[in-house]
């Protein structure tokens, strides 16, 4: 099962931007989707973004318009840029592997939306 690693996380002010990583341990072309979720305390998992094999992408609907993923098959990466950050996007975000018949997360990269 592939492993996960984000990175990118930190703390930038409010209407910034921050580009966060996730690097598999193996190929990831064949998976069926690769996506970002987050958590804020008190608050359950929500997506942020999703990426299929085909291209196609879903993006949760607080941030729609502000963030883009992308995968990059050759390098095993995949890639979530986010702009005009808020504070209410402070959250641990996870990458997520999902291949139909199992899923995999990694361990998360904290965002912090503040001045």
């Known amino acids: 099962q592939v492993q996960l690693v984000e990175s990118g996380g930190g703390l930038v002010q409010p209407g910034g931007s921050l580009r966060l990583s996730c690097a598999a341990s193996e190929s990831i072309s064949s998976i069926y989707a690769m996506g970002w979720y987050r958590r804020s305390p008190g608050n359950e998992l929500e997506l942020v973004a999703s990426?299929?094999?085909?291209?196609?992408?879903n993006y949760g609907d607080s941030v729609k318009g502000r963030v883009t993923i992308s995968r990059d098959n050759a390098k095993n990466m995949v890639y979530l840029q986010m702009n005009n950050l808020k504070p209410e996007d402070t959250a641990v975000y996870y990458c997520?592997?999902?291949?139909?018949?199992?899923?995999?997360w990694g361990q998360g990269t904290q965002v912090t939306v503040s001045s």
């Open positions: 997520n592997a999902d291949s139909l018949t199992w899923a995999a």
């Open positions: 990426m299929s094999t085909g291209g196609s992408r």
